[in-house]
């Protein structure tokens, strides 16, 4: 696992370099997530950054923040939960695959991993088959980490 500040570096530099900037309140929202290492919604991150920055952010402008860390690749959002997550992948220099995620239906920890794109666009050519189009490749998948199994089972 990378340091939070590492993390930061890396996400500020990937602006720059598209040419955006990466402001206080994007910075604050961003880290709120990196910090939690599970997911946030929009009002979890609100609370967590008047806990930690004492900075009061209105619902709308925390949207907007997310949907910009969205489309710059630095968080991803989960559909089925209407909650947000940093992208474990800001600080590779590489490419990566698909992003799918992995959601602990007991304790919510998510954790992120890549999915083969020749698996995806097969997956596609059977749901254009079926007569459908596939809007996300994302797929969410509720399971249970190794640490609540075992404290269940």
Known sequence: MHSIELVM???EERCRSRGIRM???RK???HGLVKAKKALSAYDLIDEIKRNFDNALQPMSVYRILE???ENQLIHKLSTTSKYIACSHITCDHI???PQFL???NCHQVSEISIDKALITNLQEN???KGYRLISPQLEMNCL???CAANIL
């Open 23 to 25: 402001t206080t309140k």
């Open 9 to 11: 570096n890396r996400a």
């Open 103 to 105: 959601i602990c239906g």
């Open 96 to 98: 990566h695959e698909i």
């Open 127 to 129: 749901i254009r088959l």
């Open 68 to 70: 910009f860390l969205s």
């Open 28 to 30: 604050q929202v961003l």
């Open 145 to 147: 980490c190794d640490d």
